[in-house]
T-cell receptor, first 111, second 115 residues
């Protein structure tokens, strides 16, 4: 069965630091990849998605992610985080028609 | 963009009663909707896939008779938690896929508390 792994459970950064959140999946076929963000007290929002084409995907709020097929990875990056980026981030994979989520990474940005 | 409306946002019920949660796609048709449960400090877990006009597909370990799913139209799916118990207290989220949008849109979630 397909699975999604997010190895960083809690990341604490200072403002202006660079961010990279890891995401690996286990499915070997064609996949659609997503990163979602859940701000405190709010519902899930789509940050970015990859279906095909350029493996470097740019999303909202300065986030980007790179699909590396050989590594089964889709890591999320942001060059300079802000306090407002404090949230929970979920990587998700759609391979067989439904969505599987990683465990989530809680990002805390200190002002 | 695609909008999914989920109601209620919060509900408190007594043990043994049933609770119905609605998930509506407001500006698109969704032949398939998904129901997730989010445990505290854990990720979303897919409970079931709701298919319009047919039976839902449940994930392993999810009780079909306890979590009743009905997808009677292309814009509405409902999840009914029957004979609720305190351990059913959780955050339930639905999502639907809008083929035009190319992704999955989530409802705002329902916080269920069983007392």
């Amino acid at each position: 069965a397909q699975s999604v792994s997010q190895h960083n459970h809690h990341v604490i950064l200072s403002e202006a630091a660079s961010l990279e959140l890891g995401c690996n999946y286990s499915y070997g076929g064609t996949v659609n990849l997503f990163w979602y963000v859940q701000y405190p007290g709010q519902h899930l929002q789509l940050l970015l998605k990859y279906f095909s084409g350029d493996p470097l995907v740019k999303g909202i709020k300065g986030f980007e992610a790179e699909f590396i097929k050989s590594k089964f990875s889709f890591n999320l990056r942001k060059p300079s985080v802000q306090w407002s980026d404090t949230a929970e981030y979920f990587c998700a994979v759609n391979a067989l028609g439904d969505m599987r989520f990683g465990a989530g990474t809680r990002l805390t940005v200190k002002p | 963009g695609a909008v999914v409306s989920q109601h209620p946002s919060r509900v408190i019920c007594k043990s043994g009663t049933s609770v119905k949660i609605e998930c509506r796609s407001l500006d698109f048709q969704a032949t398939t909707m998904f129901w997730y449960r989010q445990f505290p400090k854990k990720s979303l877990m897919l409970m079931a896939t709701s298919n319009e006009g047919s039976k839902a597909t449940y994930e392993q370990g999810v009780e079909k008779d306890k979590f009743l799913i009905n997808h009677a139209s292309l814009t509405l799916s409902t999840l009914t938690v029957t004979s609720a118990h305190p351990e059913d207290s959780s955050f339930y989220i639905c999502s639907a896929r809008d083929l035009g949008f190319g992704g999955y849109t989530f409802g705002s979630g329902t916080r269920l508390t069983v007392v």
